[in-house]
């Protein structure tokens, strides 16, 4: 089969021809579809990530088909088609067995230290996978992990709307951001996109956020306005905005840090969070429970998967485009 394989950490990525690997026990071989392209796949590439494990193939952003499986595995058949977690969660844990699977501390990512997507073939562990009930966009299938799990864990576990609530989503058309607006606007919020680029409005106008405000400094001003402070803010950039998107909250507001860690840390005003009992929280991936919820919201068919379709054998293209923050929506490669 076609792999795209990073050997070595720092280096171009290389198409090359691999065996197809055999299911052990618990595990099924499943045909990729579709997957996405994640800004962690080029911070892996770019050697942020210690644990790396090389020669690899990238990815972790899956839909496919089971093709085959090993001992052990009852919960899928050949044929199936199915989602995955983008790791393997240990299953023993008091977060595994808490329903926090994704800050289990012995699992394994797909694409770090296990192949990854960027196959023609892959190897998924029977704990990671969720079947699908329903025929669903396979894009939609390849983001509803990594991008849509997560803002819905952002969103029920720590965000909580309640029908009318004014939700701030930053980043706005990136691939976390415009899926952020869609699931915001479906759990009932009224959502204000905020864009650094003018000539991404009109894309992100595509999902019908109820404010657009383009901005490339403060937009805490232009959001009070409107707004006179958001309940929650899904934080989708990082420290860039980090500080303009804390001042947008009201008294009492919460703030909901999602998807890839900047390297720079903003400068915290603890005097602003203390006064306004504002609370910031951290969102990691997503749980097994909020990845069957988006994908409940997708048999719906409310919300979308938006962004472009490329060949998996033009990864570094694809790479490029984000590394130059070009991207509108989700990047989705088929082998
Ligand atoms: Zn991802
Ligand atoms: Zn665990």
């Not at 690899?56 to 044929?79: F, Y």
């Not at 400094?217 to 860039?240: I, R």
């Not at 048999?299 to 054998?313: H, N, P, Q, T």
Request: net charge neutral; proline share 4%; hydrophobic share 40%.
């Amino acid at each position: 089969m076609k792999a795209v394989i990073l050997k070595k950490v720092g280096e171009p990525l290389e198409v090359s021809e691999v065996d197809v690997p055999k299911p052990g026990y618990g595990e099924v071989l499943v045909k990729i579809v579709r997957t996405g392209v994640c800004y962690r796949d080029v911070l892996t590439v770019d050697g942020f990530f210690p644990r790396v494990k090389t020669p690899l193939v990238l990815g972790h952003e899956i839909a496919g088909v089971v093709v085959d499986k090993g001992d052990g595995v009852e919960e899928v058949d050949v044929g199936d088609r199915i989602a995955s977690l983008p790791y393997v969660p240990c299953g023993e844990c008091e977060y595994c067995r808490s329903g926090r699977e994704n800050i289990c501390r012995n699992r394994k990512w797909y694409g770090e230290v296990l192949n990854g997507s960027y196959s023609e073939y892959m190897l998924l562990d029977k704990r990671s996978i969720v079947k699908l009930e329903r025929d669903i966009d396979w894009n939609y299938v390849a983001i509803s992990s990594c991008v849509l799990g997560m803002v819905v864990h952002a969103i029920m576990d720590f965000g909580g709307i309640r029908e009318g609530d004014k939700v701030l989503v930053t980043g706005a058309s990136g691939g976390v951001g415009i899926h952020a607006v869609q699931l915001a606007k479906y759990f009932g919020g009224e959502v204000i996109a905020v864009t650094r680029k003018e000539e991404k409005a009109s894309f992100i106008e595509e999902v019908k956020p109820d404010h657009i405000i383009i901005a490339k400094g403060d937009f805490s001003k232009e959001v009070k306005k409107l707004t006179g402070g958001v309940d929650l803010v899904l934080e989708t950039v990082g420290e860039p905005t980090f500080n303009y998107s804390l001042r947008s909250l009201k008294w009492g507001g919460r703030m909901a840090v999602i998807g890839n860690v900047n390297v720079k840390a903003p400068q915290l005003p603890l005097g602003l969070l203390i006064l306004r009992e504002n609370l910031v929280h951290g969102v990691i991936s997503s749980t097994k429970k909020s990845l069957e919820k988006a994908l409940e919201i997708g048999y719906e068919g409310r919300v979308k998967a938006i962004g472009s379709e490329m060949s998996l054998w033009d990864v570094e293209d694809a790479h490029d485009i984000l590394r130059r923050g070009e991207a509108r929506g989700r990047i989705f490669l088929k082998p």
